[in-house]
């Protein structure tokens, strides 16, 4: 079976495309399954008598007309790596161009649909009540529902789902009233998303959920347990970076309400932009409000990503690099350029450690990277944030700074509104804008920002604000080349918590050796192993296992218990095994049910297991 346009996709969009998805499924916790239908209307751009779906891990039961009911012959063919393609034949009367065919299909999840997380009750804060949510970027939408699972394809969706009446259901999308009670112990939520979204946007997260208001548009959903840390944490600022960001990006907020869901901290990332329902792990709640950048990164994905989408995994860089981007003018406008700096510096920091963690996989160290017939989620890596978003930084510096970007930046979210958009798209809109506008667009080294492998070639500091980094890098000094001489407790006093990270990765990024002794130290004078800032911990031990430094193994062993963030655990498992392989699959072992499968596996994979 030939893969479509996407080559990670089946889907056949170039000829039936999807122009609506109503979703109506039931949430078993018994079962620890979705079944139900989907509605999939799909639009003939050309003639063609089938429709391409991609599936994974469903059980597909039968396939109708929507509206007669009358069945449809379909059939299953499988591709390794990128899940099944089911292919519906399409009614006779529906097969050319210009006409349009409502599918449905009957079918269930089953344990291997990994883009459903379930966990029971003793994985949750309140302990009573099982928990489950889905996380379906990049390609684990077909693993929840037959769809054409490509970002090239937007179409708006309704969810209708039956969960347990002791719990909430919150989708990515409008809720349309109170939930209807069923009678029978259950009740269903109706959720719309009038706006045409990529698959991967659907979402559900289905829990013990109360509710608090955090601002004029916007609710929060948590356990009980944590919706008072919650709230406290985002409360008022989500309104403010909202605002924020319709001035960095020119156009106004389009999605109605913002919502916010706390996840476990077993979810695999910081957060997922799921619209009008941006889910957030748990273990961004620092007690101090310092990792509520994680909001402003999720916020700005309204426009890019969500609203201006990549067209193909290959352009991450146009989601990602461009909501990093947009994410530090919003903290820069609100904090000064010296903040805007600190962060600038710790991305960068951040893309050195990628560079080096991925140094055996140089395909990836492109902005876009080659990965054709590699699952998107396998090769993710912060190198499309940060090389992306210094690409930006690079270019408002050849366009005369951060007014006309923003100018820019409208007419790119205006005339790209609903779209998915390529590199070549991007490159082009931007060199008409500035063009016309006068602006020397010759010296513009296109290609070595976007073919080039690794670190680029721009001197960052000579750039940004270093206001806030020097002092920072003067404690670091004092670690790496005088022993920790004259070091003490107050040194980070009052530091903002990514300026702690900057003397990390400072030391980090220098590979030089550390003693036992001197770790110890430095631990006793910041108590870095006792921080509850799951970023500055994360750095932490991986200075330490960097050093094998053995005794932090309980710290090590805790924080991989509490964390089930990609970013963090991965690099974390590689130096554990390092050290100690065996120690390394014991911890594993223990907690091999706490972690998603987007994790899992490539945790399985480092441990040889
Ligand atoms: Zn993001």
Same mark, same amino acid.
């Given at each position: ?169 919150v989708?990515s999308g409008l809720r ?15 959720y719309h998303q009038p706006m ?17 208001s955090l601002g004029p548009r916007s609710d929060l959903y ?16 989500t309104e403010?970076?909202i ?10 907020y389009k999605w109605k309400t913002y919502d916010i ?13 799921n619209p009008n329902a941006t ?23 309204s ?252 710290? /090590?062993?805790?924080? +991989? $218990?509490?964390?089930?963030?990609? @970013?963090?655990?991965? %690099?974390?498992?590689?130096? *554990? ?9 014991? /911890?594993?072992?223990? +907690? $091999?049910?706490?972690?998603?499968? @987007?994790?899992?596996? %490539?945790?399985?994979?480092? *441990?040889?297991?």
């Amino acid at each position: 079976m030939e893969l479509g346009p996407d080559p990670h996709s089946f889907a056949n969009f170039k000829h039936a495309k999807t122009t609506q998805i109503d979703l109506v499924l039931n949430c078993d916790f018994e079962a620890k399954e979705f079944h139900g239908h989907v509605d999939i209307t799909v639009d003939l751009l050309q003639d063609t008598d089938v429709v391409l779906l991609d599936i994974s891990g469903l059980k597909i039961q039968e396939c109708s007309e929507a509206d007669s009911g009358k069945k449809l012959d379909y059939s299953t063919a499988t591709q390794a790596y990128c899940g099944s393609c089911l292919e519906v034949k399409l009614p006779p009367n529906a097969c050319t161009k210009g006409s349009q065919a409502k599918v449905r299909v009957k079918y269930n999840t089953t344990a291997q649909s990994s883009g459903i997380q379930w966990l029971s009750p003793s994985q949750t804060k309140g302990g009573d009540q099982p928990f489950c949510f889905t996380q379906c970027q990049a390609i684990q939408t077909r693993t929840v529902l037959p769809c054409q699972d490509t970002p090239s394809v937007k179409a708006p969706f309704s969810f209708t789902i039956t969960v347990p009446s002791d719990l909430t259901a919150v989708c990515s999308g409008l809720r349309q009233g109170e939930p209807t009670p069923n009678g029978d112990g259950t009740h269903t939520f109706v959720y719309h998303q009038p706006m045409p979204v990529m698959a991967y946007l659907i979402a559900a997260a289905v829990g013990k959920l109360a509710k608090a208001s955090l601002g004029p548009r916007s609710d929060l959903y948590a356990e009980p347990e944590i919706l008072e840390a919650a709230r406290w944490e985002y409360d008022g600022i989500t309104e403010t970076f909202i605002v924020e960001a319709e001035k960095v990006c020119g156009t106004e907020y389009k999605w109605k309400t913002y919502d916010i869901v706390m996840l476990p901290s077993s979810f695999a990332y910081g957060g997922m932009e799921n619209p009008n329902a941006t889910f957030l792990s748990s273990a961004l709640l620092a007690g101090d409000k310092s990792l509520t950048t994680t909001l402003a990164h999720e916020i700005t994905h309204s426009w890019c990503g969500n609203m201006v989408t990549n067209a193909f995994w290959k352009d991450f860089w146009l989601n990602e690099g461009f909501t990093r981007y947009v994410e530090r003018r919003i903290l820069g406008a609100m904090f000064g350029p010296a903040y805007r700096g600190l962060q600038m510096t710790y991305g960068y920091f951040d893309l050195i450690k990628n560079c080096n963690f991925l140094a055996h996989r140089p395909y990836l160290l492109k902005l876009q990277p080659e990965i054709v017939g590699v699952d998107p989620d396998e090769s993710f890596s912060r190198i499309p944030y940060e090389k992306g978003s210094l690409f930006l930084h690079y270019l408002e510096g050849i366009v005369g700074g951060e007014q006309p970007m923003t100018t820019w930046l409208r007419t790119y979210f205006t005339d790209f509104a609903e779209q998915s958009v390529t590199t070549d798209d991007f490159r082009d809109h931007f060199t008409a804008h500035f063009t016309k506008a006068g602006v020397d667009m010759s010296g513009v080294a296109w290609d070595h920002w976007l073919h080039g492998v690794g670190l680029p070639d721009y001197d960052i500091y000579a750039h940004i604000d270093n206001s806030m980094t020097v002092r920072c890098k003067e404690i670091a000094h004092t670690w790496l080349h005088d022993d920790g001489n004259g070091a003490n407790a107050s040194d980070i006093d009052g530091m903002k918590a990514h300026q702690v990270m900057v003397i990390l990765d400072t030391i980090i990024n220098e590979n030089t050796h550390f003693s036992g002794d001197k770790l110890d130290r430095m631990d006793s004078t910041y108590h870095f192993s006792e921080t509850k800032n799951c970023e500055i911990g994360f750095r932490w031990f991986l200075l330490c296992l960097k050093n094998n430094h053995r005794s932090c193994f309980e710290g /090590v062993k805790a924080y +991989l $218990s509490r964390n089930g963030r990609g @970013v963090y655990v991965k %690099p974390l498992y590689v130096e *554990l095994y390092r050290v100690d392989p065996e120690y390394a699959r014991e /911890v594993y072992g223990g +907690l $091999s049910d706490f972690y998603m499968d @987007v994790v899992a596996e %490539p945790i399985k994979k480092t *441990l040889e297991l």
